[in-house]
């Protein structure tokens, strides 16, 4: 318990004297986040020339803030979420897990018959603690945004999806090379060192 309390003062520490928390409450963003996707668009112009966009794992709702800010107003952007979210102007939220078929089956709807121009996925599952069984069930929600691309992206579409370092990353990152033409892993400045997440950044699906 002791050393539990012990990691809880030090995130508060390190969270309240971040530079990404205070520029995310200066600037509006409901989380730090923003400035992944942000940092990630700009380097590999995610954004150009969109029109539908899906934001998986999109609580609490910072990278369809920066989504709806950048684009212009006639963006389609969905976002799905475990968690309610507050509404976000413009963003048309699914509430539920997206490895639930019911819920694909609401998010396809929404998408209508035009397919996806660039799906972004910040999912994260809850922790176990148990590592072998934290990044199994870490690899299995990137192989289901793999599948989801593979039957709902436009061929020449983008895909970021945030991946974990350990387990299935070699065969998660060769799985991609497979449906894009060009698969990069970046870890974002903004994204701490500490945190095992970085992010793959598929470009170009293949048709
Ligand atoms: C790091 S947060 C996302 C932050 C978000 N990108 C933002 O900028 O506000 C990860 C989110 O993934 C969601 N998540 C995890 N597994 C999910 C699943 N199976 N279906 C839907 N959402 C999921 C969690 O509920 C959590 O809100």
Known sequence: MQKKNKVVKAWIKRHVSDHYVHMAKKEGYRSRAAYKLEQLEVEFSLLHNVATIVDLGCAPGSWSQYLLRKCSKDIKVIGVDLLPIEPLHNLHFIQGDFTDNAILEQLITSIGSKKVDLIISDMAPNLSGVKTVDQARGAY?????????????????NCLIKIFQGGEFEQLVSQARTI??????????????????TYIVCRNKKS
């Open 141 to 157: 929600l990137v192989e289901l945004v793999f599948d989801f691309a593979s039957n709902y992206l436009k061929p020449g579409g």
């Open 180 to 197: 894009f033409a060009q698969v990069v892993i970046r870890k974002p400045e903004s994204s701490r060192n500490s945190s095992a997440e």
